[in-house]
């Protein structure tokens, strides 16, 4: 059974106070709950300060991007060995990654090996823009972004997919829940034809995009959909708490 997981992309928000005020309101409003995996991903500088606040919550703590390289010459960049032991996550290849900062399906693959080789568990990104929607290639894209990282890999230790539509990031237009459902059963057919049934009915499919406490619950009732990447929603307390009990609420 696939523990359901809510990880918090806080992008680029939140300098060092705003960031240990938004951890401390989560933790407090949180409490304990049971049968949900939940995540914070803020900003690099604000890494230390939540990991402290989530201290002995059982709140997990993800970066939101990495480099492939453990050290060197690559001014700004930060490293999977500088990650390593500081949290467990790390998204990989976000669209906002991939479109304006130009991450390729090349470089997003050696971002998630990489940052498997450091234990960290890489959240991959992957998502077809609205015009690869209208035009119907959605599963053309996703099959791209995939192959890239799986071919010629054997099965990573853990590994979180989260399927983002361009579309619905930040939009308010969430896609359709058994539209969803559906998508993510393909991706988990491909995961299967690469590394195996059984090995891709352990790993965990997020759904993002637009999602919030009142439309969670749709998602979390397909059975296909572990989770979700939450963006907007996730800079208010509440509001991310209220999506964690709606999915821990939910029967499957
Ligand atoms: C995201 O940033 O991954 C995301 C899904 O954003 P939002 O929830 O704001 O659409």
């Not at 939540?50 to 453990?70: N, S």
């Not at 930060?78 to 470089?107: A, N, W």
């Not at 579309?167 to 969430?174: F, L, V």
């Not at 034809?193 to 790993?203: D, P, Q, S």
Request: glycine share 8%; charged share 20%.
């Amino acid at each position: 059974m696939r523990k359901l997981l809510i990880a918090a992309n806080w992008k680029m928000n939140c300098n060092l106070e705003e960031a240990t005020a938004l951890a401390t309101a989560v933790r407090e409003s949180l409490g304990a709950v049971v049968g949900v995996e939940v995540a914070l991903c803020p900003p690099f500088v604000d890494l230390q300060a939540v990991k402290a606040v989530l201290a002995e919550t059982g709140v997990q703590l993800g970066a939101q991007d990495v480099f492939y390289e453990d050290a060197g010459a690559f001014t700004g960049a930060i490293s999977p060995r500088m990650l390593q032991g500081l949290c467990k996550y790390v998204i990989v290849g976000h669209s906002e990654r991939r479109h304006i900062f130009g991450d390729t399906d090349e470089s997003v693959a050696r971002k998630v090996h990489a940052a498997a080789r450091h234990s960290l568990v890489p959240i991959l990104c992957i998502g077809e823009t609205l015009d690869e929607f209208e035009s119907a290639r959605t599963a053309e894209v996703l099959q791209r972004q995939l192959t890239a990282v799986l071919r010629d890999s054997d099965p990573l230790p853990e590994i979180v997919v989260a399927y983002e539509p361009v579309w619905a990031i930040g939009t308010g237009k969430s896609a359709e829940p058994e539209a969803v459902n559906l998508t993510v059963t393909e991706v988990r057919t491909l995961l299967a034809e690469m590394w195996g049934l059984e090995v891709a009915n352990g790993i965990r499919i997020l759904y993002g995009g637009s999602v919030n406490s009142g439309n969670i619950a749709g998602y979390i009732r397909q059975p296909e959909i572990d989770g979700a990447l939450v963006g907007g929603a996730s800079l208010r307390a509440q509001e991310f708490c209220d999506i964690v009990f709606a999915t821990a609420a939910t029967r499957r």
